[in-house]
């Protein structure tokens, strides 16, 4: 199963839509990230596996096997959609790698925010190993995460690397030896939502979306959406918080209003 945790400000509650193979059931993932958007209590989103050993390790060829092109195509599109949909979270997501992640399970982990993994999973864009190519997002999200040159050879190769090579070319934020429990990737991930919590919910949002807008644009036109973002923060509650609670020098109790 793969599982979306919630993280909140009082609590991390596990919410487990679908299945980690193929990340098949779409449907259901759509109808809780659609939850998720609209939950002004979701701070941070952090995906995992309920598969020890496996992250998402991609498409079920067999099911696909049995597809005419039509339907390879329609498949394929919603995958798409599917990965665009996590991207599009306003709040923080993190992808907790604790076991193989390849095809479209590396795809689902490029469309979060921040990933980390154990050091080792086997992560890659299998896809020319098979006579295919990413068509979830991994050809766009990869080149902007480690650069182009590189991204080009781990897709014509179709290579897999573990957490410790993920790391050292920025795949991934952090890389952690793996623990008995086959959860050291989860473990640091909450620890870094856990860390992202306190602070100013609307401020996280505004950052998030003004770096995502930006890196599609010119920094110019970057520059601009910073200071339409900025000028959303400035009204809010949490920014006076801000201030007091430095002046008073307490800690802020953001409320994300």
């Known amino acids: 199963m793969l599982r979306l945790c919630r993280a909140v400000s009082r609590a991390v509650s ?16 759509f109808s809780v990230l659609e939850q998720l ?20 390790a991609g498409a079920d060829l067999k099911e696909r096997a049995k597809m005419d092109d039509a339907k390879v195509g329609e498949f394929v599109r919603r995958l798409r959609n599917l990965m665009d949909e996590i991207a599009a979270l ?4 993190i992808a907790a790698i604790d ?13 979060c925010d921040l990933r980390v993994a154990a050091s080792s999973a086997k992560m890659g864009l299998i896809e020319t190993t098979r006579g295919l190519l990413p068509g979830a997002g991994g050809t766009q999200r990869l080149p902007r995460c480690v650069g182009i040159g590189l991204a080009k050879e781990l897709i014509f ?12 070319m920025g795949l991934v934020n952090h890389s952690v030896p793996q ?23 609307f401020a996280v949002k505004m950052g998030k979306l003004a770096i995502n807008k930006g890196m599609e644009v010119d920094i110019a ?3 601009a959406i910073e200071g339409m973002c900025y000028a959303q ?7 006076q918080e801000g201030m007091a609670a430095f002046r008073e020098k307490r800690p802020p109790r953001f409320t994300g209003k």
């Open 157 to 168: 190769t179709g290579r897999q690397i573990d957490g410790e090579q993920a790391a050292s």
């Open 179 to 201: 623990n008995s429990e086959g959860d050291a990737a989860y473990q640091r991930a909450l620890a870094l939502a856990k860390e992202i919590l306190p602070q100013a919910p």
């Open 221 to 223: 036109s970057g520059m």
């Open 99 to 111: 076991g193989y992640a390849l095809g479209g399970g590396l795809e689902l982990a490029l469309a």
């Open 90 to 93: 306003p709040v923080p997501t």
């Open 14 to 29: 596990p919410v487990s839509p679908g299945l980690c193979r193929a990340v098949s059931p779409v449907s259901p993932l």
């Open 37 to 56: 958007r609209f939950d002004e209590q979701v701070r941070v989103v952090v995906f995992k596996s309920q598969v020890k050993g496996v992250f998402c």
């Open 233 to 239: 923060n400035i009204p809010t509650k949490d920014r």
